[in-house]
């Protein structure tokens, strides 16, 4: 078993990646900023290693992670991803230079390998599914700085010959979403045979459920041979609107009420075209998702109702 270190482990894919590790029995370590939300922490909190520093502080950093000696590091601390996430001082110093920092501190220790977070963001608008070789083109403040950390990354992993793979993750859905976003608000309000506010129908997304992208984070730290620096695209290759995420909604919660389109302003990143081109992470990692949309949903409703407790905590949120 491993001695791993993870961040971000408050959010949504950090913490189903911590759970998961729990569950195959490695031991794990958390680096949380001090004023983190820890609705998703609190029935593992005795489970796990909690070390409170700022990534932002490189010499306190240093000494935690060197207390860790990890073999394994998950990097998932980010902000800047939601749209209430805008202070351009934060997202440059959470994403470019905490990233910057934790490498150095990991390159200090003897890291085996540091699996690096991206965006598909970095890519830009384009009207294809973009391989990882193609130019980038990021949309936002965050964008830009998530391919900034990218780049550091390939180019540490390459000049210090230490593995530092990036995933870049699609859309992701599943158990411990922000419950501001879509789905938790949509089947929170669609179990009370509403819907909420909608964008365009044809506004298009690569939806991945987050089993199969915390399978991705696992491979891109046990396989071995890879290319120290590689990046791999996380999503289905398959693209679904949010027309269609309404009818799989409406179908399997029975809502009767009709979506109102449009009631809802569209974001500077919304497009019709957004899929992965995830044939290099299959072919190198053997990594293929298991769940389609439906199914993915089918099984985000069905924690929701074997979880009352939590799906309260989700209520007073929205």
């Not at 973009?130 to 780049?151: F, R, W």
């Not at 890879?226 to 695209?233: G, K, V």
Request: aromatic share 10%.
């Amino acid at each position: 078993m491993a001695k791993v270190l993870i961040t971000g482990a408050s959010g949504f894919v950090g913490n189903n990646v911590a759970r998961k590790l729990l569950g195959l029995g490695h031991s794990v370590n958390l680096i949380l900023r001090e004023q983190h939300a820890d609705w998703r922490l609190r029935d593992v909190y005795d489970d796990v290693v909690v070390h409170l520093v700022d990534l932002r502080d490189s010499d306190r950093l240093i000494r935690a992670v060197k207390s860790v000696g990890p073999e394994w590091v998950f990097h998932l601390a980010a902000h800047g991803a939601y749209s209430t996430q805008d202070n351009l001082k934060q997202i440059l110093e959470t994403n470019v230079i905490g990233t910057a920092n934790l490498v150095h501190a990991c390159l200090q220790t003897g890291t085996e390998v540091f699996v690096n977070t991206g965006a598909s963001s970095e890519y830009g608008f384009k009207d294809h599914a973009p391989a990882e070789v193609e130019s980038l083109e990021p949309n936002s403040y965050y964008a830009v700085a998530k391919a900034s950390a990218t780049m550091f990354c390939s180019y540490i992993a390459r000049s210090r010959g230490v593995r530092i793979p990036t995933l870049r993750l699609y859309s992701v859905y599943g158990p411990y979403e922000e419950p501001t976003r879509l789905m938790p608000t949509l089947i929170l309000q669609g179990m009370g045979n509403a819907l909420p506010p909608l964008v365009h129908p044809e506004i298009a997304r690569d939806f991945v459920y987050v089993d199969d992208v915390v399978e991705a984070y696992i491979l891109a730290a046990t396989v071995q041979d890879q290319d120290p620096a590689a990046i791999y695209n996380v999503g289905t290759g398959i693209q679904t609107t949010i027309q269609e995420v309404i009818a799989v909604a409406r179908r399997q919660l029975n809502i009767t009420e009709e979506p109102e389109w449009a009631s809802m302003k569209d974001r500077i990143w919304d497009t019709g075209t957004w899929l992965s081109d995830s044939r290099h992470i299959q072919q190198s990692l053997g990594w293929t998702p298991q769940y389609s949309f439906e199914q993915g949903f089918a099984k985000m409703v069905e924690w929701f109702r074997a979880n009352p407790a939590v799906m309260e905590a989700y209520r007073l949120s929205i």
